[in-house]
Nanobody, 112 residues
């Protein structure tokens, strides 16, 4: 069974950091590109970052470029999202994705 499980969300003050992780199982992780998306109740789900199967091609949404870093460990089957200098507008449920498979999401709340 293909499965993605996110973790690492929480409450953080503006300017703080969090690291999200997504554990994959049930498929050959090392050949799939991986993505992070986010959604808050007032907006549609938006793409945040992508990493190709090798980890060499990485892309970011303009809103997070320079603050977020996506990475992957093909041995451990984990994709991570290091989030620095967090802003209140980063508050959302963050989802891990590959093709048509989504995790359950992890809540990130940035508030003082």
């Amino acid at each position: 069974q293909v499965r993605l499980v996110e973790s690492g969300g929480g409450l953080v003050r503006p300017g703080g950091s969090l690291k999200l992780s997504c554990a994959a199982s049930g498929f050959i992780f090392s050949v799939f590109n991986m993505n992070w998306y986010r959604q808050n109740p007032e907006k549609e789900r938006e793409w945040v970052a992508s990493i190709d199967s090798t980890g060499r091609i990485i892309k970011y949404a303009d809103l997070v470029k320079g603050r977020f870093t996506i990475s992957r460990d093909n041995f451990k089957k984990i994709v991570s999202l290091q989030m620095n200098d967090l802003k209140p507008e980063d508050t959302a449920v963050y989802y891990c994705n590959t093709r048509d498979t989504w995790g359950q999401g992890t809540q990130v709340t940035v508030s003082s």
